[in-house]
């Protein structure tokens, strides 16, 4: 069988937001270090702005806005003016989870759908484990492990033990790439096909109702069939390869980089900034890149041509 389409398991209008390339951590496999704190954080009200005329426009649509790491996020010097905003929608915090206890007291209740990547690297390994106990008693989580290869085998060990030590949490296992839709990075032979197999843990995990919006995918094949998938198993397995593909990100989901580009993926197609100007497509485009890999773009919407 060959797969001709992508459909989204939830169609909506999807948001990826990237506030700022500034860190407070310095882990050795981060695309992102060559932006490290060389930018400002971008403006809020501009992005307010942005957004407000997105929502405007899709008004009978379903949004889903995230707010990603890649900078860590929650240090943005609006954070609590951006999650204000965000309430009304379905949102999404993507973080390094290094905020204290005591700053999460206030700002848990903002958030639909919450997800710590931890990096085990830098991560004080008791601290970071009593503090996923202390959110995990008043909701879930998802934990994000980049896997890092020389201490591949050590982050199961750590990823088996939260899901010993805390429940409603869920454990997605991710693996790396060198640099946006370059050569994937190096594993040492039988790592990439463990986390194949292995890519999910999950401990005793109920999801809220107001939890909605995923990123599962089917896979469509030339039968008619459909297989229902996690776009990580996809790039694990080198199945994210859509290039010559009608796509329809830009459409249905846009990405802000740290600069404040809106662009349609992570490929390098921009199609304006928040600060001067854009013009969005209204129909899907031509796939140029030669895979996929980004787990929040290999969901969207696509067709064999």
């Known amino acids: 069988m060959e797969c001709v389409a992508i459909e989204p398991v939830h169609n909506y209008i999807r948001l990826e937001l990237n506030v700022g390339h500034q860190c407070n951590y310095r882990c050795p496999y981060c695309i992102e270090k060559s932006n490290w704190n060389k930018s400002k954080w971008i403006s809020w009200p501009h992005l307010k702005k942005f957004l407000q005329e997105m929502i405007e426009i899709n008004k009978e ?7 990603c790491n890649g900078g860590e996020p929650t240090y943005h010097p609006q954070i609590d003016e951006i999650f204000t905003f965000c309430e009304p929608y379905f949102f999404q915090l993507t973080t390094n989870g290094s905020r204290p206890i005591s700053w999460w007291k206030d700002r848990l209740k903002y958030i639909d759908d919450l997800a710590i990547s931890c990096h085990y690297t830098e991560i004080d390994k008791e601290e970071f484990i009593n503090k996923i106990k202390w959110i995990t008693n008043r909701r879930h989580v998802t934990l994000i492990f980049p896997l890092y290869s020389p201490v591949f085998w050590e982050q199961y060990e750590y990823a088996n033990r939260i899901i010993k030590e805390c429940n409603n949490v869920l454990i997605s296992f991710k693996t790396l790439v060198s640099k946006n839709y370059e050569p994937e990075y190096e594993y040492e032979p ?3 096909e463990y986390a194949a197999k292995n890519s999910v843990l999950r401990s005793k995990y109920t999801l809220p109702k107001n939890i909605g919006l995923d990123i599962s995918l089917y896979q469509v094949f030339d039968d008619g069939s459909k297989k229902q998938e996690r776009p990580q ?4 397995k080198g199945e994210n390869k859509f290039k010559g593909w009608k796509c329809w990100a830009g459409v249905h989901s846009l990405r802000i980089d740290g600069h404040g580009n809106i662009e349609k993926c992570s490929a390098d197609v921009v199609y304006g900034n928040i600060y001067d100007g854009y013009k969005l497509p209204t129909e899907p485009e031509i796939c140029t890149e030669e895979c996929c890999k980004c787990t929040a773009t290999v969901f969207i919407k696509k067709e064999k041509v």
């Open 190 to 192: 039988g790592q990439k």
């Open 233 to 236: 198993v996809l790039i694990t």
């Open 61 to 67: 649509k379903q949004f889903g806005i995230y707010l």
